[in-house]
């Protein structure tokens, strides 16, 4: 593998320089969950590819996900701002500026960041990128097979979103 030097300024970015991403590659009627979250991606913009970091605002009212959990991918989130609260398997937890929270791969225990607060929440959400994974979503009819890191979501019984 042969090495390129990269200058320090290409190292270093103000995340309110990139875009802001809204939007979910969610199927339909499952997209509007995640309708109040709004992300910066930091990894491509840094050049990194083992694992992503992203800034993420989730609106008041708004979630940053369906809650779920993953079979091979580590995820953190740290809230930077706001107050947000973690819905879990035991129920709802407070996480506010300063607070971290960890989901191992593997540990069955769905969870997504809630905004029930009247300001906007932001959080940095750092996972590891697993090429081949499935994902749970406990509380809706559907999943998720990554395969060569792409999502590929159908409904828990298989059966296509297009249907």
Request: aromatic fraction near 6%; hydrophobic fraction near 35%; avoid cysteine.
């Amino acid at each position: 593998m042969s090495e390129t030097k990269r200058a320090a300024a290409d190292l270093i970015i103000d995340p309110q320089s990139l875009p802001e991403e809204s939007g979910s590659p969610y199927p339909k009627p499952h997209d509007v969950l995640v309708a109040g979250r709004h992300r910066r991606r930091l990894s491509p913009a840094l050049g990194l590819s083992a694992y992503g970091v992203n800034i993420v605002r989730i609106e008041p009212g708004g979630q940053s996900s369906a809650r779920h959990w993953h079979s091979e991918q580590d995820e953190f989130v740290y809230i930077l701002e706001g107050e947000a609260t973690l819905v879990t398997d035991e129920g709802e937890t407070v996480l506010a500026a300063g607070m971290a929270a960890g989901f191992p791969a593997g540990n069955p225990n769905g969870h997504t960041l809630a905004n029930r607060s009247d300001t906007d929440v932001l959080a940095l959400e750092v996972g590891n990128r697993p090429r081949v994974e499935n994902v749970t979503y406990p509380d809706i009819n559907m999943a998720n097979a990554v395969r060569d890191g792409k999502p590929h979501f159908v409904r828990k019984d298989g059966s296509a979103f297009d249907d």
